[in-house]
């Protein structure tokens, strides 16, 4: 398009990259008549961009991130093309504002606020250096804002896009630290096809479900719910484990059977996805998914 013209060409990959990220969208009000515009997509998506995102163009998907978070996503708003890339004249407020450092405090605010939500130092501090990185987008001194904004109503569980981006970081930090990728069959119910999935040693199915990133993470999360979020107060991540493997897996514990005796037809092999995790002597592991899902959320009195 004819007013989206960035100074340089990009890398096959990143342009692929901008393609998840960005819609392009013709003839929208404030382009001086019939431009075009870009609209980046709803937050969750680029979040989801982020973690499946290469090496190659981790920065750029990250920086994506960033800059959607300061326009005020996920109600993913429109604005002209020439305010986001150098190519045109115009934007040139915006184009300012989306450059220079960041003052320290605001990165220990920022780094303080993501352990206060439950992750590690390590993590934490992963995240304020993909934030903080050349090109990010962040504007001075308002990375801690953007932090907040990514969190979005982390009260009542509904992140958007903080929680993907540190499992992100998670993730390349455990395999930083020599943890391996664990293999196991995911038996598909009535009669479909098995699939092979791949997760980190040390994730639960259910997190490889959400926010997994290798082989079969996405097969899995299209039949794993978890509508406690984890806390093991539901029965819908239930899964069957083989026989064969089931002493090697181990028992659940009493709080776990609880859950499990209102789980969709349990069976003695029986396990709940969040309390399954991983490990290098599971290899080669089977399990198999059930038919149906008593989810218990769907019956409560909420008038």
Known sequence: QASFRPKRVLPSHCRAMWGRLLRVVPGSPGTGGGGTSVAIRPLPVVAAAVAAA???????AVAALAQATQLGLPRAPVFGASAWCCGNSGGGSRRRAFSGGLVGG?????????????????????????????????????????????????EVGLDAGLETLCKSVEQDLALSAGKIMVKFTVQTPRGGKPFVCEGLEGMSLKEIAEHGTRQGADQLAEYIECACSGVMACSTCQVYVDPAWFSKVGQPSEAEEDMLECAHEPRETSRLGCQIRLRTDLEGMVVAIPDGANNMFDHFPFE
Request: a neutral charge; hydrophobic letters at 40%.
């Open 106 to 154: 605001d990165q220990e605010e920022a780094q303080a606020f993501i352990e206060e939500r439950g992750y590690s130092r390590e993590i934490a501090a992963g995240v304020v250096d993909l934030l903080t990185a050349p090109g990010s987008g962040v504007p001075r001194g308002s990375l801690l804002d953007t932090v907040k904004r990514m969190a979005g109503r982390w």
């Open 54 to 60: 290469p090496p190659a163009a981790r920065r750029l």
